[in-house]
């Protein structure tokens, strides 16, 4: 089983080095049977072969088991062009990667501004606002005139059912709770299709409670009372901005875990960006993507049935969690000393 490596840029190289690292010490610790590959995509894919992201790539991601990808630095590509495509969207868009699952929980003894959270935001991943993803032809913005821009946000029944049943089916696993979160009565249309599928979607999982808030709502109880929140499931633009505001309420963007899920395909993904201001330095904290890379093991072990992938999913996670409880061997950003290698070292003294 192959594990494809796509570094990106920035601080991608450094956090993927160490996640791979670590990988291959539990893949022999535990004789997962797993192989490692890497292949350029950012930059350095740019300058080999003239865009972020090659349509080869996009295949051999499709045609592997599983891939880790680092963050891109999508800010300073050139148009596209002249090759500056954003390999992130391309990536969910051509494998239909639907569900952007952002856990965040609480880890004791790191501080976070909220206590007692412990939840997982589902946000849909290939529609919404977002002007890359609108359109078979061309993107969803347009500027009519130099003094008016607009924005079109597309809303499928069928994005909506399969993200909200991916999210009913996760509630199932945990606390069996499913939070709705749209903007239904001012998007009465668009918002309005989300909820009605959403629900239909929720009722066909047993046993579920299932509520529904508006946006605005929700940014206030994420704050007031994140504890009754088990799994909620959102559009995309308002899924970017609450699993943001709740990874920082539980410790910080670089302490969550992202992973892309499509029917076929998943991509573990860090939640933050390629942090250009550190980047070679061998500073930045790789716990982001290594959280995601728990959550594509999980993903594979399920989808293939291997027991032994989802056992070392709890093995890595608990060795990050442990690494990270010491103020010995945490990184500069929580205050500790380690550089980014050698956390990376620590996570694998500690498996
Ligand atoms: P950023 O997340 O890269 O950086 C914000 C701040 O957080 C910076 O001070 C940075 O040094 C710090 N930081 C980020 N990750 C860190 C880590 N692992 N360890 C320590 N410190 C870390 O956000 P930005 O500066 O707004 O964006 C930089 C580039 O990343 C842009 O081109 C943006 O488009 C891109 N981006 C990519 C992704 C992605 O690939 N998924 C996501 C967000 C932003």
New binding site residues.
Partial sequence: MEVLFLP?D??GPE?TAATRTILEKLNRSMSLGLCFSQEDVGFSSLEKHGATITPDLIKRVRNTDMTVLG??????YPPAEQGGINP?AALRINLDLYANVRPSRTINGLSARTPAMDLVIVRENTEGFYADRTMFAGTGEVMPTEDLALAMRKVTRKGSYRVAAFAAKLAAKRRKHLTIVHKANVLKLSDGLFLAEARKAAAQQDGLTVRDEHVDAMASLLIRTPDAFDVIVTTNMFGDILSNEAAELAGGL?LSGSLNVGDQNAIA??S???????AGQDI??PV?LLLSTVLLLDWKGTQTGRNDLQDAAIKLETAIIKTLKNPDTRTR?LGGHLSCSDFGKAVTDTL
């Fill in positions: 990106g920035g601080i956090i963050p891109v630095d999508t800010a300073h992130s670089g993904q860090a933050h960006g390629s942090a250009p201001d550190i930045a904290n982001s950003d």
